[in-house]
């Protein structure tokens, strides 16, 4: 069974920065495209950023460009999300995804592979 946990959430002053990770499990993850999306309160889920299976290629949302940096660990089944100069529309639960394509991560397709319950980042101002 696939299992995606993602930790490294919380509260952080505007500026400020955190990095999240994501765990994987019950899945060959060398194999899989990983990546990041987001839902703040009241709004429609968001892709943030993803990295394909060999890590040689990134993608992020314009909203991100810049600040947040996606990473993978193949070694150690986990992706990191860092994040610098967080501002308070940054506010959501990021979740983590695993899908073969990474554009399937992109467009958010109703049919990614796995994805994690997600974790609170609060940017306060």
């Known amino acids: 069974q696939v299992q995606l946990v993602e930790s490294g959430g919380g509260l952080v002053q505007a500026g400020g920065s955190l990095r999240l990770s994501c765990a994987a499990s019950?899945?060959?993850?060398?194999?899989?495209?990983m990546g990041w999306l987001r839902q703040a309160p009241g709004k429609e889920r968001e892709f943030v950023a993803a990295?394909?299976?060999?890590?040689?290629?990134?993608k992020y949302a314009d909203s991100v460009k810049g600040r947040f940096t996606i990473s993978r660990d193949n070694a150690k089944s986990t992706v990191y999300l860092q994040m610098n100069s967080l501002k308070p529309e940054d506010t959501a639960v990021y979740s983590c995804?695993?899908?073969?394509?990474?554009?399937?991560?992109?467009?958010?397709?109703?049919?990614?592979?796995?994805w994690g319950q997600g974790t609170l980042v609060t940017v306060s101002s």
């Open positions: 019950g899945l060959t993850f060398s194999g899989y495209a």
């Open positions: 995804a695993a899908d073969r394509f990474i554009d399937s991560i992109v467009v958010i397709s109703t049919s990614l592979d796995a």
């Open positions: 990295i394909s299976s060999s890590g040689g290629t990134t």
